[in-house]
């Protein structure tokens, strides 16, 4: 089994950082990239930011320049840094983590953290 235990999330003003973390574990052999989602009520979820194991890394125009993503191989961790908050960022944020397991690859998702940015 993989579990994905997020934290890091809560109520900040806009213009305030917070720092998301998610620590994989289980029996995973390998790790393709770790990364996070949001849903905001009444929307979808939507990609926020992406690592790969080998560093490369991929952002959603709405966070370029606002938040970074980075990752601890060794602790199969994955860290996103939010700066510079918006009300508009208020979502659930969703870490997830596409490993290999016994000769397969799959998608596996944290149970998600709470984000809200007051204005």
């Known amino acids: 089994q993989v579990q994905l235990v997020e934290s890091g999330g809560g109520l900040v003003q806009a213009g305030g950082s917070l720092r998301l973390s998610c620590a994989a574990s289980?029996?995973?052999?390998?790790?393709?990239?770790m990364g996070w989602y949001r849903q905001a009520p009444g929307k979808q979820r939507e990609l926020v930011a992406t690592?790969?194991?080998?560093?490369?890394?991929n952002f959603a125009d709405f966070v370029k320049g606002r938040f970074s993503i980075s990752r601890d191989n060794a602790k199969m961790t994955v860290y996103l840094q939010m700066n510079s908050l918006k009300p508009e960022d208020t979502a659930v944020f969703y870490c997830?983590?596409?490993?290999?397991?016994?000769?397969?690859?799959?998608?596996?998702w944290g149970q998600g953290t709470q984000v809200t940015v007051s204005s």
């Open positions: 289980g029996s995973i052999f390998s790790i393709n990239a």
């Open positions: 690592i790969t194991t080998g560093g490369s890394t």
């Open positions: 997830y983590c596409d490993a290999n397991r016994y000769g397969t690859s799959r998608v596996y």
